[in-house]
């Protein structure tokens, strides 16, 4: 816009003999810069006319293009600032209203963006997922994905209160700092002591603090890369089968799930909706080739492979 101001300016400077200035008859630099502030933002007063052809062509095909210019550029500022944002602010409020089974994602780095971006892969839907975050440019990128955002640091209670921590399934805790992480833990614990929280943790030493602290499953990026490097080196296609396992978009898929009705009394190798590797009863942790897993009872958990052309929408 200055620079659009800075052409009329000149334009008009150069063209200043052609410029009649009706209350006092001299056209000084002052009244240039009037002038064109004047002529650039509405169509003039009249104190001040083109005379000339040239100063009159000037202001008709440079001056005039430069006001609906700047005209649109003050438009599309109030839309970014005032009603965008104005929108964007009612729509979350709106959403964060309604949010209930959600999930939280605490942090919008590269561990908190990829996370959202796999839940959305996985068609979970983005009105249900909030980002909480004290990087507002990061907000305005989740924003764009559709999913609602939490300016604000997530240690403290009245964030995690305005994203409906109390209402939430899962919160994901990826701030990438490990204190940070564990003070977000105690914090949505004593606010939403049923909800799942998972925490990255970047030290190995601070895995049992995040326990300590209530964190309901723990992921080390660091010691399972290591752990995947090394396991490598038995075989090149292992990474690749593990990462088929963790997204969306493998060939197979780990799924969790709770026993159906129709499997109740069941061997856990009997089912056939998918291949079962492990069963949860309770907070027991069950192989499928003990014998707790030749029964299986309401209420159990099984963790089953699924390929693609066989996944359900049972939940």
């Keep these: 816009m200055l620079l659009l101001v800075g052409i009329a300016l000149g334009g008009h400077w150069i063209e200043r003999s052609g410029l009649r200035d009706n209350t006092d008859g001299a056209v000084s630099f002052l009244d240039i810069v009037y002038f064109t502030v004047i002529t ?41 600032f005032m009603l965008r944002q104005g929108w964007e602010r009612w729509r979350m409020g709106f959403i964060r209203r309604e949010l209930k089974d959600h999930v939280i994602v605490c942090g919008y780095g590269r561990s908190g963006s990829a996370a959202v971006s796999e839940l959305l892969e996985r068609d979970h839907p983005a009105e249900r997922i909030v980002v909480v975050d004290t990087n507002a440019d990061r907000l305005r990128l989740a924003e764009e994905l559709g999913v609602a955002t939490v300016e604000g640091d997530a240690t403290h209670n009245k964030v995690l209160e305005i994203a409906r921590v109390e209402t939430a399934r899962t919160v994901i805790v990826c701030p990438g700092r490990d ?31 995040a326990r300590d602290a209530g964190a309901s499953i723990i992921v080390n990026p660091v010691s399972f890369g290591g752990q995947l490097l090394a396991q490598c080196t038995a075989g090149p296609h292992v990474a690749d089968y593990v990462a088929d396992l963790v997204t969306r978009n493998g060939k197979i898929e780990l799924r969790e799930r709770a026993v159906r009705a129709d499997e109740v009394g069941s061997a856990a190798r009997e089912v056939t909706s998918g291949q079962i590797v492990r069963l949860y009863r309770g907070d027991r942790a069950i192989s499928i080739d003990e014998p707790d897993a030749q029964h299986l009872q309401a209420g159990d958990l099984v963790i089953e492979l699924v390929e693609p052309r066989r996944r359900s929408s049972t939940p």
């Design 179 to 209: 204190d940070t992480a564990v003070l977000i833990i105690l914090t949505c614990r004593r606010l939403s002591p049923q909800a799942a929280v998972a925490v990255s943790i970047a030290a190995i030493e601070n895995e049992l603090l």
């Design 40 to 80: 650039v933002t509405t169509v003039g007063y009249g104190d001040i006319v083109p005379v000339s052809d040239a100063a009159r062509m000037f202001d008709t095909f440079v001056v005039t293009p430069i006001r609906i210019f700047v005209f649109l550029i003050f438009l599309g500022s109030a839309y970014s």
